[in-house]
């Protein structure tokens, strides 16, 4: 078993510890979910727009997002109901989005 280090939360103010899925990330649940939603949304509106977006920030909220969120929904040992709503919320948009990524010609910025 893994040691019971407790990681704290990154975010100024924020007394929450970070759950094992977030620990690299020293997120907290709820400012995970925060993030992964402004991102999506930003990624999202791209998109429709045809405005280029970041390679990395697609690939973090495809791959490393998606993960996460699945991971702390199979783990949640006391799934909060809103924490789970808000979880179950951002996996239909990074699916939104993974599908949209599909089948569309996306833009993305060119490497600086
Ligand atoms: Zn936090």
Known sequence: M??????????AGCANSAPPALSSAQLCLDHFLDEAFVRSDQ???????GIPLSKESLEWLLSDALATVKNLEESAEEPCPEQRDRMLEL?????????????HDVHFERPA
């Open 2 to 11: 893994t040691a019971a280090t407790s990681v704290h939360c990154n975010r």
């Open 91 to 103: 996996l239909l948009i990074l699916a939104n989005l993974h599908e949209y990524v599909a089948h």
């Open 43 to 49: 990624a999202l509106t791209r998109c429709r727009e």
